[in-house]
């Protein structure tokens, strides 16, 4: 059972503002909207929203003037646990619709990690901290969640980048092989004690086999060794949510993506 607090949670998850590197950032003050290369499966997104004593519904109408000057005619806003009360029915009430119904989940990792079952296949992990692995990585990814493969560059910084951070206990990314084939991966970042969890990708034809089992555990044990006293993840409650929970993760609370038209 988790000891965290929903505050301390909504904390953590507020302070993780996700912004690739591959991104464009534009930024007025109370929000930061990001415009994603073709390989993403969005164009446009809200990543924070800091709106001042200004009322919430002029706030919100501010990021829309911006949002429509960058071009993509819909702009994707996650709801979070910590933003303004009333926010979700403003960006429903300017056409917003949910696209994905997402759940913030954490653990406590100041016991350590917890023991998963194993995969019920055989599964080889490996840290992505050179070239090979890391373009396994993101063919991973792109076959996951269905969106297509990046440039060969994005590989090549996810290395680097690795090769760095993972042996320093910064993060990096885990790519799972069964019978010798990437078959999915999954990242985590480690910032004040807190392990962020990205990704958490599996190819369609090794679902059901514990490979996202396999995945998580390898990012619980490598957060708790590098002294992480939470795990923090945006889970599918259709998909890895029920994993998660299994785990050890407590769900707390709904962080809905909704998809608001700019037209």
């Known amino acids: 059972m988790s000891e965290l607090s929903s505050d301390a949670v909504a904390a953590a998850g507020a302070a993780w503002v996700w912004v690739p590197d591959d991104a464009e950032v534009f930024r007025d003050g109370t929000c930061t909207v990001l415009r994603l290369p073709e390989h993403y499966s969005f164009d446009l997104s809200v990543v924070s929203f800091t709106p001042a004593a200004a009322p919430l519904a002029e706030a919100v109408d501010a990021v829309l003037a911006l949002a429509r000057t960058l071009g993509p005619r819909v702009l994707d806003w996650q709801v979070l646990i910590g933003d303004p009360a ?47 692995t890391a373009l396994d990585a993101v063919a991973a990814e792109a076959a996951g969640f269905g969106g297509a493969l990046p440039p060969a560059e994005r590989a090549e910084r996810v290395a680097a980048r690795g090769a760095r951070s993972v042996p320093a206990g910064g993060g990096g990314t885990v790519v799972a092989y069964v019978d010798g084939e990437p078959a999915g991966a999954g990242g985590v970042a480690l910032v004040d004690g807190v392990a962020r969890f990205t990704g958490g990708a599996v190819v369609p034809s090794r679902r059901g086999r514990g490979v996202y089992r396999a995945l998580l555990a390898a990012r619980l044990s490598y957060a708790a060794a590098h002294g992480a006293r939470m795990a923090l993840v945006k889970g599918n409650p259709a998909t890895s949510g029920p994993i998660l929970q299994k785990a050890g993760f407590t769900v707390h609370g709904r962080e809905p993506v909704y998809a608001v038209p700019l037209d």
């Open 86 to 132: 009333g926010l979700a029915e403003e960006l429903a009430a300017r056409g917003g619709r949910v696209k994905l119904d997402l759940e913030i989940l954490a653990a406590d990792l100041s016991r350590g990690a917890p023991e998963l079952q194993p995969p019920a296949v055989e599964v080889e992990l490996c840290w992505a901290t050179d070239t090979a």
